[in-house]
């Protein structure tokens, strides 16, 4: 079975420029999910799709960043102005969606993002 | 809010030395606990999960013990290898059906684990 898959791998850009990072995830997954992780610490969410709502985008910063999941399968996350401080590694992880206890979730690779 | 508190690194280890990572957490809810492995240039890996308390989780030769009076989910292994050289994340979820913060995964800042021939 595939794995959670995104792209790029890495990404360098300026500021100010935008940049998109794309997910695919786990076929069959209803849930995914967006982290990020800045140098030595733990991933942080910052949005959830059941399907293709956002049922908690409340860690996202609106005013540059963006999602979409549409159909419910792939995802697109995007920041446009990038800034310094977007600098991280993103994330994205799928799970199955039953009723009851929490999931396990399935991570991608992440793209490193480095905003010069 | 939840919060969890691993202990700080990095840890350096000689093979078959007896390994210890400490977590701790606070959470607003009955939350399940999650070990996370991440080895150099790969993904983010379940490593072993427990869902209540005296629960046990294992994998790999791991184990860890959810400890509901003590808050917490410490990771033991009896003898590592060279191969268990990664950086290890302690987690947690929320059951909390239904709400918005419901399969949130909280970690913690991660602790890099070197283990020497």
């Known amino acids: 079975e595939a794995g959670v898959v995104q792209s790029p791998r890495y990404k360098i850009i300026e500021k100010k420029q935008p940049v998109a990072f794309w997910c695919n995830p786990i076929?069959?997954?209803?849930?995914l999910y967006w982290y990020r992780q800045n140098l030595g610490q733990g991933p942080e969410l910052l949005i959830r799709?059941?399907?293709?709502?956002?049922?908690?985008d409340s860690q996202l910063p609106k005013d540059r960043f963006s999602a979409e999941r549409l159909k419910g399968v792939d995802s697109t996350l995007k920041i446009q102005p990038a800034e310094l401080g977007d600098s991280a590694v993103y994330l994205c992880?799928?799970?199955?969606?039953?009723?009851?206890?929490?999931?396990?979730?399935?991570f991608g690779p992440g793209t490193r993002l480095l905003v010069l | 809010g939840d919060s969890v508190t691993q202990m700080e690194g990095p840890v350096t280890l000689s093979e078959e030395a007896f390994l210890t990572i400490n977590c701790t957490y606070t959470?607003?809810?009955?939350?399940?606990l999650f070990w996370y492995v991440q080895y150099p240039g790969e993904g983010l890996q379940l490593l072993l999960k427990?869902?209540?308390?005296?629960d046990k989780g294992s994998n790999k030769g791991f184990e860890a013990t959810y400890r509901k009076e003590t808050t917490s989910f410490h990771l033991e292994k009896g003898s590592v290898q060279v191969s268990d050289s990664a950086v290890y994340f302690c987690a947690l979820s929320t059951d909390n059906a239904g709400g918005t913060s419901y399969g949130k995964l909280t970690f913690g800042q991660g602790t890099i684990l070197t283990v020497h021939p």
């Open positions: 799709y059941e399907n293709e709502e956002a049922v908690d």
């Open positions: 427990a869902t209540k308390a005296d």
């Open positions: 992880a799928s799970s199955p969606r039953t009723s009851g206890r929490v999931e396990t979730q399935y």
């Open positions: 959470a607003t809810g009955y939350p399940s």
């Open positions: 076929s069959g997954h209803n849930t």
